[in-house]
T-cell receptor, first 113, second 112 residues
Framework: SQQGEEDPQALSIQEGENATMNCSYK?????LQWYRQNSGRGLVHLIL?????REKHSGRLRVTLDTSKKSSSLLITASRAADTASYFC?????????????FGPGTSLSVIP | NAGVTQTPKFQVLKTGQSMTLQCAQD?????MYWYRQDPGMGLRLIYY???????DKGEVPNGYNVSRLNKREFSLRLESAAPSQTSVYFC???????????FGSGTRLTVV
């Protein structure tokens, strides 16, 4: 079963609006990461939030983490057409037998000009 | 530019053929990874190498082998390609556990 799952699977908004994506996971984590993937390209690391942090900002991105609910959200403010991409959360779980993160299936974001 | 370089970008194989996907990073990262990405399934780990000289299986290792040639290079080999291995393959690296991954641009592989 997936450790991390994003919600919604797809999101369509107008340019200038805010976009919120959610990620839920099942086990305790060391950190949670968000990535962006433009069509036909590799994933790009956006932000990492540690399990003892509750909120983190990077430019127009705001990530929150609620370890009691095992959930995270990614907010993109004042969206642009260039933000159109798939967004993935990835969890770095506590106690895994090997050094890896588990990726969710992603949220596809379309920003309409 | 610093980063992860994958070759080739595209490849078409016939069933039963073999090939090696190459990956190199110039960031002095310890850990390197091979993932495959299939529609609706996110990324699944094939093999990883936590440090030079070590390799370990991930979630979907069957049909693949890897070699950590040195700290920079981590190759993925398909010995006898099957249509089920049609996918986009990504190599990634990171400095260690508390850091994010840097991904290559991917290899789109089709097995016919």
């Amino acid at each position: 079963s997936q450790q991390g799952e994003e919600d919604p699977q797809a999101l369509s908004i107008q340019e200038g609006e805010n976009a919120t994506m959610n990620c839920s996971y099942k086990t305790s984590i060391n950190n949670l990461q968000w990535y962006r993937q433009n069509s036909g390209r590799g994933l790009v690391h956006l932000i990492l939030i540690r399990s003892n942090e509750r909120e983190k900002h990077s430019g127009r991105l705001r990530v929150t983490l609620d370890t009691s609910k095992k959930s995270s959200s990614l907010l993109i403010t004042a969206s642009r057409a260039a933000d159109t991409a798939s967004y993935f959360c990835a969890t770095d779980a506590v106690g895994t037998s090997y050094d890896k993160v588990i990726f969710g299936p992603g949220t596809s974001l379309s920003v309409i000009p | 530019n610093a980063g992860v370089t994958q070759t080739p970008k595209f490849q078409v194989l016939k069933t039963g053929q073999s090939m090696t996907l190459q990956c190199a990073q110039d960031m002095n990262h310890n850990s390197m990874y091979w993932y495959r990405q299939d529609p609706g399934m996110g990324l699944r780990l094939i093999y990883y190498s936590a440090s030079e000289g070590t390799t370990d299986k991930g979630e979907v290792p069957n049909g693949y082998n890897v070699s950590r040639l040195n700290k920079r290079e981590f190759s993925l080999r398909l010995e006898s390609a099957a249509p089920s291995q049609t996918s986009v393959y990504f190599c990634a690296s990171r400095a260690g556990k508390p850091y994010g991954y840097t991904f290559g641009s991917g290899t789109r592989l089709t097995v016919v």
